[in-house]
């Protein structure tokens, strides 16, 4: 495997700060703390760059709060300067470790996203049909994905294909100032009785390095899957993942392999969510349930909007948001939900609803 060096002299370089600030506030440049940074952009990317080139760069504290949907989670923000270092560490190794990435893993890519994974799912299922016979499909579940990663198991992945040590030493100082995540206790082949409370784990959701270390982090796994395993119909999205066939018993009797491999990453399946259903009963993923010939939104899905779609009209009402946002916002999620089977839904939600 080929390893990169002299990488930390462009991440830390002027202009590739003053590209990644100029990135990291896209859409976001209305809120105090942005604008304060872009009021002052040359000299606060300026003193990026010497607080990185001299060693003195520290990231500051995390502001954290839950979201209750679609499942409870702890987000973590980081202050806007560290969100440009961020941006500045994945201009640089993003492009070292994208050549390694599978085809079908779909999260936080270029080219790739919810809408490319829900169309490749749909060609699978076809595909699998036309191979004759019933057409089925294992869909899995990583238990509590982002506070289980292991900080060390992390580190020597990056390091097989970074070999600058100055780059290795700003992605740990990164990695290691992750901010406390929800408990996770689980014992893995070879642990002793202390081993789980001693190992660093858990990474900020929130964080733009932290999807490009989920990716780097499950990428053995992938390749695990396709070449070891052989599964040609696999796609992943960040902790889901689903593998497609012809054989019930040949993909349920996938999942202790699957167990196993993961376990050597100290992750867990999440057993309960781990099933073998038939392609054509319709089947949840990423936020639709999908068939080999249409789609539709999920349940859940439309109750959140039509919630969502409430507290627009109040806010307005109140005077605390204005037209303009309330029909972007009714815009971005009709382009959502315009890539499923929806146009009878959103034509009954624009006529039924009283603003």
Not at 119 to 129: A, K, P, S
Not at 268 to 294: A, M, N, S, Y
Not at 310 to 333: E, I, K
Request: net charge positive; with cysteine.
């Amino acid at each position: 495997m080929t390893r990169h060096f002299h990488l930390f002299d462009r991440i830390a370089s002027f202009e590739n700060l003053l590209a990644a600030a100029l990135r990291a506030a896209r859409g976001k440049r209305s809120r105090p703390n942005v604008a304060e940074f872009l009021a002052d952009l040359g000299s606060n990317c300026l003193r990026l760059h010497r607080e990185l080139s001299d060693g003195t760069w520290r990231p500051g504290a995390y502001r954290t709060f839950w979201i209750h949907q679609p499942k409870r989670r702890l987000i973590s923000a980081a202050p806007f300067c560290d969100r440009v270092v961020h941006h500045a560490v994945c201009r640089v190794i993003e492009p070292v470790f994208e050549p390694t990435f599978i085809h079908d893993s779909y999260a936080c890519r270029v080219g790739k996203g919810t809408h490319a994974a829900v169309d490749r799912y749909t060609e699978f299922c076809r595909r699998v049909l036309r191979l004759g016979g019933e057409g089925y499909v294992l869909k899995c579940d990583l238990r509590k994905f982002f506070p289980s990663l292991d900080h060390e198991i992390l580190l020597d992945i990056l390091a097989r294909k970074i070999g600058c040590r100055r780059t290795l030493d700003l992605l740990r100082l990164i990695v290691e100032s992750s901010n406390p995540q929800e408990p996770v206790a689980a014992y893995f082949p070879g642990d002793d009785l202390f081993t789980p409370h001693e190992r660093r784990r858990g990474l900020p959701i929130g964080n733009l390095t932290s999807q490009f270390f989920a990716n780097a982090y499950l990428n053995p796994f992938d390749h695990f899957v396709k070449e070891e395993l052989g599964c040609r119909f696999y796609i992943r999205y960040c902790d889901d993942f689903v593998i497609f066939g012809s054989d019930k018993r040949a993909l349920a009797a996938l999942v202790p392999e699957l167990a196993d491999r993961l376990s050597a990453l100290r992750l867990r399946l999440h057993e309960r969510k781990c099933q073998v259903r038939r392609v054509d009963e319709g089947v949840d993923f990423l936020g639709d349930r999908i068939w080999p010939t249409h789609r539709r939104l999920r349940r859940e899905s439309v109750l959140r909007f039509k919630r969502r779609r409430r507290h627009l009209r109040d806010a307005r009402r109140a005077g605390q948001t204005d037209l303009a946002h309330v029909r972007a916002s009714l815009a971005s999620w009709s382009g959502h939900a315009g890539h499923a089977d929806t146009w009878r839904l959103r034509e009954q939600l624009a006529q039924t609803f009283v603003w």
